[in-house]
């Protein structure tokens, strides 16, 4: 098992399989990887399958259970099912956060290959208001959720970046949610400022939060990042609120992989990165060994500046306003 100098273990990956992408969203960290490529990009430094699967059967040894794929836009490997298939032997746990442009041709397929779950990132469900936050459409996103519903990939989990444009729609995605009937859950993503800025596009997180619980028949909290889920209406929300939050980095158990191969220990630092290109599985043992031991909290240790967690008492914010119903939607800026 790997285990940090905070004590913290490492039992999932998240491997980022191309920086390419067919969508622009406004607000895209591109986990950490500056600006996303054009779909067609060359890109030779993408790993192979062979590649991903030698860092997975590595990680396995270490204990990893899970491994999640993201991007850039994952779906546009044309070699993704080969990769999720390399990925189940080693981990029983193979999970994917797509645009989902392209999973109603997909999902089955890659059901089929293993797969386990999958997150589909969706802000909105007004079509023009789609258009302008992720310059691209929403009408086959919908088509690939039902295709993945249908393949048994269920519940599909959606993922909705909070921020000012975004919040006066999370009571209709609530709904949305709860009259699936269990077919899908939403996972609320903090508008994450720390690699491409705009902190004036933040809302009060801990507001959103106490709104939820206010109106939640049960609320619990996941270990992973100890992140809270709040059962609201018949529709589960996971909140995921790293800014800020010393707790959720405390309680981190990730280890990130670059397109390239690079082993990352946390999505805001780049200064921490080992090559396993090219490496045995001895040598990619040993980079998990570096990349381990450089591992920190960034929240309570790398950026000591911000100990607080309140964004009302970060210097220069506004005042916190008291608890809003989620029905009144966000508080004037
Ligand atoms: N292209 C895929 C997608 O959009 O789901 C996978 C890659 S994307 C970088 C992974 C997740 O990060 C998406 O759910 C996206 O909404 C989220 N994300 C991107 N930039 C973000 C930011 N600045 N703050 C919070 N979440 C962000
Ligand atoms: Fe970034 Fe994903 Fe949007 Fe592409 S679809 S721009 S990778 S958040």
Redesign the pocket.
């Known amino acids: 098992m790997l285990t940090d100098r905070h004590g913290r273990i490492v039992t999932d990956l998240r491997i980022s399989v191309t920086r390419r ?1 067919n969508f622009r ?1 406004v ?5 950490g990887q500056g600006p996303v490529l054009r779909p067609t990009a060359r890109v030779p430094e993408e790993m192979t399958p062979e590649h991903v699967e030698r860092i997975v059967r590595v990680g396995a040894g270490f204990d990893v259970r899970s491994v999640k794929f ?5 779906l546009l490997r044309t070699d993704l099912v080969e990769i999720v298939e390399r990925t189940r032997r080693h981990v029983e746990d193979v999970s994917l ?3 989902g442009a392209f999973l109603a041709d997909q999902a089955a397929s890659l059901a089929a290959a293993g797969l386990r779950r999958i ?1 589909v ?1 969706v802000d909105s469900l007004d079509p023009d208001e789609f258009r302008d936050l992720r310059k691209g459409h929403l009408e086959p996103v919908l088509d690939g959720i039902r295709a993945a519903i249908a393949a048994g990939l269920r519940p599909v989990k959606l ?1 909705m ?1 909070v921020m000012k444009r975004t919040l006066p729609r999370l009571p209709d995605m609530i709904r949305h949610i709860g009259a699936s009937e269990g077919a899908l859950v939403l996972q609320l ?1 903090e ?2 400022p720390e690699i ?1 800025g705009h902190r004036d596009w933040m809302v009060d997180i801990l507001e959103v939060k106490a709104a939820l619980e206010s109106e939640a028949e049960r609320v619990e909290v996941r270990s992973m990042h100890h992140r809270s889920i709040y059962h609201i209406h018949g529709a589960q929300v996971e909140v995921v609120d790293p800014v800020h939050n010393a707790e959720f980095c405390f309680n981190c158990r990730r280890v990130r992989v670059t397109h390239d191969g690079c082993l990352k220990g946390c999505l805001n630092r780049d200064d921490d990165h080992v090559s396993t290109a090219g490496l045995d599985d001895d040598g990619v043992r040993e980079a998990f060994g570096k990349v381990v031991e450089n591992r920190v909290p960034y929240y309570g240790v790398h950026v000591q500046d911000y100990p607080r967690r309140r964004p009302s008492s970060w210097p220069g914010s506004r005042e916190s306003a008291p608890s809003r119903s989620l029905a009144q939607g966000p508080a004037a800026p």
């Open positions: 992408c969203c607000y895209c960290h591109d986990e993201t991007g850039g836009e994952p956060t797509t645009n997150n990132s993922n970046v993503i508008f994450m491409i």
